[in-house]
């Protein structure tokens, strides 16, 4: 071999050995399924890492660990093939008859196609290197030659040796699966919803690798089972339960109760224990036990504020003429007061955040609430009703964009 063709081995060996660190070992010479995947993946993933000419390129040398169906798999390409790179001659050739410009293209061709191989040479004895090193001996000890050892043996075929002998998993290994699959929703956690529905996944996913398909629709009732017994969710569970069946699907099921979910945590925030601690003034604000309650605090203390600063304009406008310091004086106390509205606002704001009477453990069932304004379908406590904007006679004042708030439709 060459000075040239050496570095570029040395070059892509010594680029797969640098992550030895990265491989995750076999340990026992009896392993299962999980561990050789996970084997698998890493050495993959170092293989991928160094650049070839193989279809596109995306994917470097992963061919030389993987069967063609693992290969194609991992291209998402039912056709794709990997094809070793054969070794180039010593020179380049060319006919006899050929052009200078066919002669340069010719030796460029071969300096490319030397390269490549070479580089694959460098790859696949650093891979064979880090399987002989991450994988018990006596798991290849079959193909372990008395003179030559594994000198012959390709990176190929000492992965297909370890995927073929991995032990099957006994029945136990299967009911510890299952179990996980049924592990009660600990609704008073600290993980969300979705984080359960995720580890519901990743044990669907390790019940195929061994042949056992899982059935979305029977934990999708066995959750909304513990979901109902709970009761935090029954207005969820109602809205569920009216959609259609199509559309009652395992992903729109995990996004449906992990958003129901979300909206009570983000209420539990403020619960009861902060609400002990502001007293008597987070009593006032009990009612409120969801985002939509919170929203019609905000759109009423946003109605009295704008009354308020209405008010103070009419009242300036109506007025005759005043002297400029008059104006002064009048601005000021304007401001002063609509400064003191606004302040006292986010006071009452800060102590529905501290405390809005959520009940412990994020629970979400309604609880009594103030009437709304029958005017307008939302609350305005501090507003009397026959100064609501829904009102003809209060229009000129109104707010642009507010509107009274909708009736929810009716279920048949």
Same mark, same amino acid.
């Given at each position: ?55 596109? !390129? ?8 993987? #069967?063609?169906?693992?290969?194609? /798999? @991992? +291209? *998402? ?111 008073? !956690? ?8 995720? #580890?519901?996944?990743?044990?669907? /996913? @390790? +019940? *195929? ?128 007061? @609509? ?74």
């Amino acid at each position: 071999m060459s000075g040239g063709n050496v570095t570029i081995t040395n070059t892509a060996h010594a680029s797969i050995a640098s992550k030895a660190a990265s491989v995750t070992a076999i340990t026992k010479v009896e392993y299962i399924v999980e561990e050789y995947n996970k084997f698998e993946k890493s050495l993959v993933t170092i293989a991928r890492s160094v650049k070839s000419e193989h279809n596109g !390129g995306k994917h470097g040398y992963a061919g030389l660990l993987l #069967n063609e169906s693992l290969y194609r /798999k @991992l +291209l *998402k390409d039912p056709a794709a093939t990997f094809t070793p790179h054969t070794k180039p001659s010593r020179t380049a050739t060319y006919a006899a008859a050929a052009t200078t410009a066919e002669i340069s293209l010719a030796k460029e061709t071969h300096v490319a196609d030397r390269e490549q191989y070479y580089t694959q040479e460098g790859v696949n004895d650093a891979l064979k290197y880090l399987i002989l090193t991450n994988a018990p001996t006596e798991a290849l000890v079959e193909l372990e030659d008395d003179d030559t050892g594994f000198e012959n043996v390709t990176p190929l075929e000492l992965m297909n040796h370890l995927r073929d002998n991995v032990r099957v998993t006994d029945v136990f290994n299967k009911k510890q699966l299952l179990g996980a699959l049924n592990e009660p929703i600990n609704f008073d !956690g600290d993980l969300p919803l979705k984080v359960h529905f995720k #580890n519901v996944d990743s044990t669907i /996913k @390790l +019940l *195929k690798k061994h042949s056992i398909t899982a059935s979305e629709s029977i934990i999708m009732v066995t959750l909304l089972e513990q979901i109902k017994a709970h009761g935090d969710f029954k207005e969820e569970v109602g809205k569920w339960e009216l959609k259609p069946v199509a559309s009652q699907t395992w992903d729109e099921f995990k996004k449906h109760f992990s958003a129901a979910d979300h909206e009570c945590r983000q209420l539990d925030q403020y619960g009861a224990k902060t609400a002990r601690t502001v007293g008597a003034t987070a009593n006032s604000f009990m009612w409120i036990t969801s985002v939509a309650d919170l929203k019609d605090y905000i759109d009423s203390s946003l109605l009295t504020l704008a009354q308020a600063t209405s008010a103070g304009l009419n009242a300036v406008m109506e007025k005759p003429k005043p002297t400029a310091n008059a104006t002064a004086a009048t601005a000021a106390t304007t401001t002063s007061t @609509l400064k003191a509205k606004v302040k006292a606002l986010e006071v009452e704001l800060k102590h529905v955040k501290a405390g809005n009477g959520a009940s412990k453990g994020g629970n979400c069932e309604a609880k009594p609430r103030r009437v709304k304004c029958t005017h307008c379908n939302r609350y305005h406590p501090n507003v009397p009703a026959d100064k609501c904007w829904a009102l003809p006679a209060n229009q000129a004042g109104k707010l642009e964009g507010w509107n009274p708030k909708a009736d929810k439709p009716k279920q048949d």
